[in-house]
Nanobody
Framework: QVQLVESGGGLVQAGGSLRLSCAAS????????MGWFRQAPGKEREFVAA????????YYADSVKGRFTVSRDNAKNTVYLQMNSLKPEDTAVYYC???????????????WGQGTRVTVSS
């Protein structure tokens, strides 16, 4: 089992920045890809970004490309999401995930955090 705990959410004005962190514990010896999803009010959870174990590959949803950056520090068992140029439509609960898979055009994950809320005011 892998436990994931997010932090760094909050309220920010449009155009501002936030950095989310996700600390992994438990069975962290596995070479897991990690990533972020989000769920806005009244909408389904959607993929945001992913990063491979070695950090040599990253993937982003079109809606965040050029504004968000995913990174990881395996020595600290932590993954980050740097969010710049935030928009009101980025308002959502952001979930950290581990052991991602891509199948039939969709991402899924084996492990999930509890989520951290990000609110972007206009």
């Amino acid at each position: 089992q892998v436990q994931l705990v997010e932090s760094g959410g909050g309220l920010v004005q449009a155009g501002g920045s936030l950095r989310l962190s996700c600390a992994a514990s438990g069975r962290t010896s596995g070479s897991y890809s990690m990533g972020w999803f989000r769920q806005a009010p009244g909408k389904e959870r959607e993929f945001v970004a992913a990063i491979s174990w070695s950090a040599d590959s990253t993937y982003y949803a079109d809606s965040v490309k050029g504004r968000f950056t995913v990174s990881r520090d395996n020595a600290k068992n932590t993954v980050y999401l740097q969010m710049n140029s935030l928009k009101p439509e980025d308002t959502a609960v952001y979930y950290c995930a581990a052991d991602l898979a891509y199948y039939s055009g969709k991402y899924s994950a084996g492990y999930w955090g509890q989520g951290t809320r990000v609110t972007v005011s206009s």
